[in-house]
């Protein structure tokens, strides 16, 4: 009898799991007021809707260097002596907490705006706190990264865990009484997979991970943030480009406000002005941003593995040297051209001619499908407007996470996050 109770119960268990549904937010009761994707991501939340957190005097905080790449202080260029080594920034408690590591996003430093905004969210919360720049910033790619050539994400994985654990180790007096993990965009991705690969490292043994708007399917994502830049926008010709079609629209919003204010409302405050930017606007706006990590990406790991594909092999770069002539060829490579150039040629060097698909799939969620659906520590927060999403995308988050899927209405890319109900959401969770 005791036995069939026992089986019983497991049955009931893994029903429940099994028919487990994602938490969608209602968009009559979410109240988060940008229904525009593009608008979403560019302005963020406006501030009035912002959790309060402390200003930057008021938190112990200092940033720190790590030398995980001593060789590099010789392949690397005079100029490049500000990314020789690692920074990092660590915010302490001033008794035993729990330390949340977070991972920026795309090409972004561990001081982001994003990650300096969850810093405080956390540190405020009672939580240690250390930023980490993302594995496709070119500080982490001259400093930390083994091949500094990142896009496969079990690859950046392994980069990220060594940083970590030099992290852990430059601390060792810091009292910590619980690891937690947690990153935005191409940050998120990145965490599930640093989590998968310390399930068997165990140097921290995760107790809770949080991603918040991960790209699903990696490739995917590229894509639709490199045909941004292909939008067809009103207003531009042979001799009006789009920088000088925004310089112009921020320039009269200006004089008609009478005086130039660049606080973090003004982007918010912009698109509320007769100056706003179409759709067509904002998304050149945002596909142009990730067109420079791109540039940043490709121009490092092109110059550090002298490839000669945008710096000449044997061109001496001194510090006086302009870089000027390399960023512009750069600009001239996308996402796509960066993974065509250079990853794919490096990971079927190391993987005696994988196929492209096979590293589509590994660096995706779609590799961590099984480790994800089983894992009752990790959680996603998504939005079902964000432009990174795919076809099946959300379909595959909702098999894969259950209830451990909060899916909000309206927010764009990341757009949301400082908005005071995901804040409260992202503390729920990590508290339990």
């Known amino acids: 009898m005791l036995r069939s109770l026992r089986l019983a119960a497991l049955l009931g268990g893994l029903l429940v799991s099994a028919f487990a549904q994602a938490r969608d937010i209602d968009p009559g009761t979410y109240g988060f007021p940008l229904t525009n994707p593009f608008e979403a991501t560019i302005a963020t939340t406006p501030p009035d809707l912002r959790p309060k957190l402390p200003l930057d005097e008021d938190i112990n905080q200092a940033d720190y260097t790590l030398n995980i790449r001593p060789e590099r202080e010789f392949i690397l260029p005079d100029n490049f002596w500000a990314v020789k080594k690692l920074h990092y920034r660590l915010a302490e408690q001033k008794h035993a907490a729990p330390l949340v590591f977070l991972i920026a996003g795309t090409g972004a430093a561990y001081n982001s705006a994003i990650n300096e905004y969850l810093k405080k969210l956390f540190w405020q919360a009672g939580y240690h706190v250390v930023q980490l720049s993302s594995p496709t910033s070119f500080d982490f790619i001259s400093a930390a990264s083994r091949f500094a050539t990142p896009g496969v994400t079990s690859e950046d994985a392994e980069d990220l865990y060594r940083v970590?654990?030099?992290?852990?180790?430059?601390?060792?007096?810091?009292?910590?009484?619980?690891?937690?993990?947690?990153?935005?965009?191409?940050?998120?991705?990145?965490?599930?997979?640093?989590?998968?690969?310390?399930?068997?490292?165990?140097?921290?043994?995760?107790?809770?991970?949080?991603?918040?708007?991960?790209?699903?399917?990696?490739?995917?994502?590229?894509?639709?943030?490199?045909?941004?830049?292909?939008?067809?926008?009103?207003?531009?010709?042979?001799?009006?480009?789009?920088?000088?079609?925004?310089?112009?629209?921020?320039t009269r919003y200006f004089q008609q406000k009478g005086y130039i204010d660049l606080n973090e409302a003004l982007l918010y405050d912009f698109q509320q002005s007769k100056q706003h930017l179409s759709n067509e606007q904002m998304a050149m706006l945002i596909g142009v941003s990730f067109r420079f990590s791109a540039a940043d990406i490709a121009f490092t790991?092109?110059?550090?593995?002298?490839?000669?594909?945008?710096?000449?092999?044997?061109?001496?770069?001194?510090?006086g040297t302009s870089l000027t002539p390399f960023m512009r060829?750069?600009?001239?490579?996308?996402?796509?051209?960066?993974?065509t150039e250079q990853v794919i040629p490096m990971w079927r060097a190391r993987t005696d001619g994988g196929s492209v698909l096979q590293l589509i799939d590994q660096a995706s969620l779609y590799a961590l499908k099984d480790y994800l659906h089983s894992s009752s520590k990790i959680a996603v927060m998504h939005n079902a407007d964000d432009v990174i999403l795919g076809p099946g995308d959300l379909g595959f988050l909702r098999k894969t996470f259950g209830d451990r899927l909060t899916v909000y209405p309206y927010g764009g890319h990341c757009g949301n996050l400082n908005y005071r109900v995901n804040a409260d959401a992202m503390l729920e969770w990590f508290r339990g």
């Not at 009292?175 to 640093?194: E, R």
């Not at 593995?305 to 510090?319: C, K, S, V, W």
Request: positive net charge.
């Open 329 to 339: 060829r750069a600009m001239q490579c996308d996402f796509d051209c960066y993974m």
């Open 164 to 250: 970590m654990q030099a992290v852990r180790a430059q601390h060792p007096k810091l009292p910590v009484t619980d690891f937690y993990l947690s990153g935005y965009s191409l940050g998120a991705l990145d965490a599930a997979f640093v989590s998968k690969l310390d399930e068997t490292r165990r140097s921290f043994n995760f107790k809770k991970v949080l991603l918040l708007n991960p790209p699903v399917n990696l490739y995917t994502s590229i894509n639709n943030l490199d045909k941004l830049v292909q939008t067809q926008v009103k207003g531009i010709n042979n001799s009006t480009t789009f920088y000088e079609l925004v310089l112009s629209k921020l």
């Open 301 to 319: 790991s092109d110059l550090i593995n002298r490839r000669g594909l945008i710096t000449p092999i044997d061109y001496p770069i001194r510090e």
